[in-house]
């Protein structure tokens, strides 16, 4: 079992209810892992999702081991066929399966290179270990997706949700870098999965996500008319789609406000964290009462011990 995409789950609402279940009493399982290794590869810097990961792995009882590629790990080579006469030293056919003989899990993180996007689509990094590594992989947040960000989402809005089909936002906000579409993607994709739900998505014209995951889901091109009446507003900045990888639009009145929060109904704000304060989300919204990005990090950790508790029970 692999867990890469939040279309891994077969039940969502069941996997969030065993989540919150887990959350209750999270060393119920502490012997599970016994005797089993977690090896977390960070080829980019990490926070929540390094710490959160690791406290699960804990939870469960295993052994955890990270690496850094960008300053420990050999530069890898992707591409089968290659004169390996430049700047990487080993390829992933050896490393993957290298890796694999010394735990029982491997947890990977690799963000977009926002160069090529056929590239990164492709999830050079994560596909490359699940072609060769014989042991199961975990996204710990890919080129295209952050599967176990919108399962601990999916877990803090059914945790707040207080009506039966709750109104759900997803704006893009301003950003000075150019940032991938990985957690947009997945908060999509996990969006998609609700049946309960009212979904839209709002962001300037030309900063559409791939049609691919964004498909028949409503899209506003004006954010104050989609905050009408929302429940919750999950605001996330990604880079142009089209004009891959760069930022096309930096226009400040995309800043998420209280004025703006004023239009919803009560919403919950929410965001993946790290974020810039004032220019993703002003101070005053996210100190606010209504702000529960602090709660979405805590439930980091229960979405990978979920995700890790039942690889474990099929190993």
Known sequence: MNYISIKDIDSLSKWVKSAIKIKQNPLKNKKLGKNKTLVMLFFNSSLRTRLSTQKAALNLGMNVMVMNFGSEGWTLEFEDGTVMNQGASEHIKEAAEVVSQYCDIIAIRAFAGLVDKEKDYQETVISGFLKYATVPIVNMESAVRHPLQSLADAITMEEHKTKHKPKVVLSWAPHPRALPQAVANSFVEMMQMQKDMDFVITHPEGYELSPEITKDSKIEYDQNKAFENADFVYVKNWS???????????????????????????????????????????????????????????NRTYSAQLVLQKILKKL
């Not at 004009?243 to 998420?256: A, C, F, I, L, R």
């Not at 703006?260 to 009462?289: Q, Y």
């Open 240 to 298: 142009n789609f089209n004009d891959y990888g760069k930022v096309t639009n930096s226009d400040p009145n995309w800043t998420v406000t209280a004025e703006k929060m004023a239009l919803t109904n009560k919403g919950k704000f929410m965001h993946c964290l790290p974020v810039r304060r004032n220019v993703i989300v002003s101070d005053e919204v996210l100190d606010g009462e209504n702000s529960i990005v602090i709660e979405q990090a805590n």
